[in-house]
């Protein structure tokens, strides 16, 4: 009786290791544990044992018994997880889910556009921190203390010292102190205004300044060079004028407008999309350059201004809403 128990846990084990499906799994149950299976069957033969061998072998056979039913359990157990973890119960006729694939913010796509212009007009570019000195952002750039030209920009300020800088011309504050002439870089970056918001300010855009320095930089290379953006970015057709302007750190100094005309067929006019002078000598000193020997001009841009007119956009704050159906459009 013995042997013929370690017979029948041997060929459970193997039986076992070759199951595969929850039918094989029953299909050995019964033949071991059923009531008419192998292992019932050896408690029919235990009856007719001697009474001195009855009390090992039965606790054999109930070892027996138990182990096979736990590792029946558990074999089960692995079955059905297998099952609710795939194959079983993949349905390969369910159409499958789309993956959305995202776009450049049309922000990005106008500033990488801009940049690579000016790329191509010879222009390297620099960037620099969204937090400045006051020094950096307006002493350097001739707006000393108390100076009114100071309201031309709202600022808000982190502490007496320290603002959120207004426009990126401390960028070029940092490149003139740091390297020498000639320079020519464009300065892309977020710049920061307490305005009242609206559909033409908002309190946080992007500007892309440029600076040009070297020994015989002329007002008519400024022109140039901004009349050839503006081709290169509108088309060749596009209306252009230059005005008279003031900032602190250009002498002489104008803006740019550029004519728009809307696309309901109303009345155009003419729209400011830059500043831009030949840089004050003051600020050259300030920077440690000879403004005997160099001369140089600067301009800015918001690149907001820049993507409302080429793609008819209406309302600044649309840039930040971070509406999909507006983003989609470009
Ligand atoms: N820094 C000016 C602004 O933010 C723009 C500007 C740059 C004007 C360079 C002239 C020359 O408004």
Redesign the pocket.
């Known amino acids: 009786m013995h042997q013929i128990i370690n017979e029948i846990r041997e060929s459970f084990d193997n039986d076992l290791k070759i199951v595969t499906s929850a039918e094989q799994l029953e299909n050995l149950r019964i033949a071991y544990l059923g009531r008419k299976g192998k292992i019932s069957q050896l408690f029919e033969d235990f009856k007719n044992l001697p009474n001195e061998e009855k009390r090992t072998v039965g606790k054999e056979l109930n070892i027996l018994k138990t182990t096979s039913q736990n590792k029946f359990d558990e074999m089960k157990e692995k079955l059905s997880e297998g099952s609710s973890n795939g194959n079983a119960d993949i349905d390969l006729t369910l159409p499958g889910r789309k993956v959305e694939v995202g776009t450049k913010h049309i922000l990005t796509q106008t500033l990488e556009e801009m940049r690579d212009i000016f790329r191509g007009l010879g222009f390297s570019v620099h960037e620099g921190p969204e937090l400045e000195s006051d020094h950096l952002n307006f002493e350097m750039l001739n707006f000393p203390a108390d100076h009114p030209a100071r309201d ?2 709202d600022t808000f300020f982190v502490n007496k010292d320290f603002l959120l800088r ?4 401390p960028v ?1 504050i940092r490149l003139m102190s740091n390297q020498k002439p000639p320079l020519r870089a464009i300065m892309p970056g977020k ?1 920061y205004r307490n305005e009242a918001i609206s559909a033409k300010s908002y309190c946080l855009f992007h ?1 892309v ?2 600076l040009y320095i070297d020994t015989d930089v002329t007002f008519a290379e400024l022109k140039g060079t901004i009349v050839s953006f503006a081709q290169q970015f509108y088309g060749k057709d596009v209306k252009y004028r230059f005005r008279p302007s003031f ?1 602190p ?2 002498e002489p ?1 104008a803006e740019v407008d550029i004519w728009w005309e809307p696309a309901n067929g109303k009345e155009g006019r003419w729209l400011e999309i ?4 030949m840089v004050d000598p003051n600020v050259l000193e300030n920077c440690g350059i000879d403004s005997e020997k160099y001369v140089g001009y ?4 918001g690149v907001e201004r820049i993507a409302m007119l080429k793609y008819g956009v209406s309302d600044i704050r649309t840039f930040f809403d971070n509406d999909k159906r507006f983003l989609k459009q470009f």
């Open positions: 031309m920009q207004t426009h990126t011309s070029q710049v500007q300044e440029g900032f750190f250009t100094s830059l500043g831009c002078g600067a301009f800015g841009m």
